[in-house]
């Protein structure tokens, strides 16, 4: 069983910064593809960064060059720099895993496993 845990979101001004941390367990956190999706009140659940286990690195067209993402296989942590934020970042941010060896997807029902949430509120 793989647990994830979200951390570091919060509320900021527009054109502020926050660092998302997604801690995970399990001994072969090396081999899962992570991936941060984020939901806004009334929408759907949308893919936003993701990394595979060979640090192979895919952004959503909404949040590239805007985003950076990043794993210590030591800490067992993925890491979202988010900068430069917009009211339209407003979301719920969620980390997901697969297990192993597996390349990143957009697609929800790929990942085994997901974390509780973090909320992230931009006010303009």
């Known amino acids: 069983q793989v647990q994830l845990v979200e951390s570091g979101g919060g509320s900021v001004q527009a054109g502020g910064s926050l660092r998302l941390s997604c801690a995970a367990s399990g001994r072969t956190f090396s081999r899962y593809a992570v991936a941060w999706f984020r939901q806004a009140p009334g929408k759907e659940r949308e893919f936003v960064a993701g990394?595979?286990?060979?640090?192979?690195?895919y952004y959503s067209d909404s949040v590239k060059g805007q985003f950076t993402i990043s794993r210590n296989n030591a800490q067992k942590t993925v890491y979202l720099q988010m900068n430069s934020l917009k009211p339209e970042d407003t979301a719920v941010y969620f980390c997901?895993?697969?297990?192993?060896?597996?390349?990143?997807?957009?697609?929800?029902?790929?990942?085994?496993?997901w974390g509780q949430g973090t909320q992230v509120t931009v006010s303009s």
């Open positions: 990394i595979s286990y060979s640090s192979a690195i």
């Open positions: 997901a895993a697969r297990l192993w060896d597996v390349a990143v997807t957009t697609t929800l029902s790929d990942y085994d496993y």
